[in-house]
Structure formats: C-alpha cells, structure tokens
C-alpha cells in the first residue's frame, strides 16, 4: 500500500510563490493530490516550505519534481511520513566533497603533477563506472609512490576548507546529542584533524603507509569502502541502542549509497546523479546545515 510523503522546500531565499503550484500540477498528473501542510517558514538564514503527498512517489517522479524546484531555485527533499525527526540519534556523513571542498588524494596528486590521472579515476568511481572502490583506490594511491609527507600538511592547509554550513551542521548536531560519525575513502590524516577542529565523535579512514617521510603508494590495512561505511553506521547505530532509521547520512559518491540506504534522512550534497536519483533530499544550493531543519 503506498504510504503518504512529506516535500520539503529548501532556499536560501524566500520560495517563489509558483513553486506549489508548479509542483501541484506535475502531481496532478501522476494522479497525486499535494497539499500545502506548512507554511513558509526562515530558519538559521534558510527557507521553508512543506506540502503533503498523497501517495509515494516513484523515483522517476522525484527527479522531475527536484527539477521543477531547481527552476524556482529551490532544493527539494521527500521525507516518509512513519520518519520521527526527535528519534534520529546519529549523524553519519562522507568527507571528501561532502563535509570539506575538495577530494584530498585529487589535491595531493595536483602536488606531482599527476592530478589529471587521479581524478579521472576519483570521478569514475563517484558515478559508479568503477564499481570496486578498493581497487580503484589502489590504483590512485600507487600514483602517489615518492610523494613527500608534508604535501599531505600544505593539502590540509592551503586546500581544505569544510563545506558551507559544516561547522554549524555539527554544532546543532551536538546541541541535539547526536553521536557524529565522519566515515571516508580518504585518508586518516585528514579525518583525524578534522575530527579534532569540529568534534566528530567517530572517525573511519583510510591509512596511507608512509616510511622515510614519503608516502610509498599503499593503504595499510583494510580499505574503507562502501560495504564499510554501512558497518561503521550499523556500530555507531547499535552504540546509541538505535536503528538505522534513526540516522541521518549524507554523501556525494556511489560509495556512499550503501550507507545511506535504509537510513532515516538520506542527503545526497552536490552529488553524482546516481546518488541525487536514490537520496531523499538532494542539497544542490543550500549548505549542510540546512539538514537541522528536516529534523527540527
């Protein structure tokens, strides 16, 4: 039986008054009745609106209504009607391209001039053209062979910026008691100073072996890929005597999908369209932290 769905207008900006409209007649004719259930509302610098659905919409139906919301300059997200927003106890979200700026291991090779080599693996794997990430890791780390340690430090410091809305995404996330988990491709380096500058509770990654200052071309240990990111939330979950419904995950890449299948609010940020087609809300315009008003 098809259950009822929340849309969420997202704006950095007041929503055009043809928004609703512009979506009332796209689900008129897929035979859905949407309703206005709030109004326009400002919150932390964003706005808001919410309508109800009637019935659940097909994926094929959510890309075209993210598209009519795209034409008013608007996000848009579908949340289920059986999601509690006070029960959502963890946080769980990607590094590269999602919490900061940049994809670290692109930026270290940019260092070598190997950047154009690596990132054509990096966005393959994103799109899920390369579907075993541990190898395509493998590969983009070997290209690194000979690379000094320090380039790891200008990377974190000339490059590295966390995302809009980052810091105030894991403020309210902490002011709320959720436990934070930043589950990565990348590198420990990173996510370690990370976890220290903006509070993480958890962090997984990978570690790049690294002798005589330089970085050798190898991971040590397991890989940290997309089967991994789903165990990491399952643990963070089982912590906090919750379910996975009870999440919030966030992500841009194929890799991430595994973890956020099955959570509670699935965020696709400036995402591959393999990720925006599978994830409840899809932030194209609006920063991180405009997540704290699905589960206001």
């Given at each position: 039986m098809s259950s009822p769905v929340t849309l969420v207008s997202l704006a950095n900006s007041p929503i055009p008054p043809g928004l609703g409209s512009a979506l009332s007649e796209h689900a008129k004719v897929l035979g859905i009745e949407l309703q206005s259930s709030q109004a326009m509302l400002s919150r932390s610098g964003y706005f808001s609106e919410r309508w109800m659905a009637s019935k659940t919409l097909m994926p094929e139906a959510r890309v075209a209504m993210r598209d009519?919301?795209?034409?008013?300059?608007?996000?848009?997200?579908?949340l289920s009607t059986a999601f509690i927003p006070q029960e959502v106890r963890v946080l769980a979200m990607d590094m590269?391209?999602?919490l900061i700026n940049i994809?670290?291991?692109?930026?270290?090779?940019?260092?070598?001039?190997?950047k154009a080599a690596v990132s054509e693996i990096t966005e393959a794997t994103m799109r899920g053209e390369i579907k075993d990430f541990k190898e395509s890791l493998r590969r983009r780390v070997a290209l690194l062979a000979g690379v000094s340690a320090d380039v790891l430090d200008s990377v974190y410091k000339e490059r590295?910026?966390?995302?809009?809305?980052?810091l105030e995404l894991l403020a309210g996330a902490h002011q709320r008691g959720l436990y934070t988990l930043l589950v990565s491709g990348g590198f420990t380096f990173f996510t370690e100073k990370l976890q220290k500058e903006l509070g993480f509770k958890q962090t997984q990654a990978n570690t790049l072996e690294i002798i005589n200052g330089k970085l050798t071309g190898k991971v040590l240990g397991e890989i940290v890929d997309g089967a991994a990111k789903a165990a990491y939330l399952d643990g963070a979950c089982t912590l906090m005597n919750c379910t996975k419904s009870h999440a919030i995950t966030m992500g841009d890449g194929s890799n991430d999908l595994p973890m956020m299948h099955g959570s509670g609010i699935s965020i696709a940020y400036r995402a591959k369209p393999i990720v925006k087609e599978k994830a409840d809300a899809a932030f194209d315009r609006v920063g991180l932290d405009a997540a704290l008003l699905l589960i206001a």
């Open positions: 009519i919301a795209a034409t008013h300059g608007t996000d848009l997200a579908f590269d391209s999602t994809e670290c291991i692109d930026e270290i090779a940019d260092f070598t001039g190997k590295l910026r966390p995302n809009p809305g980052a």
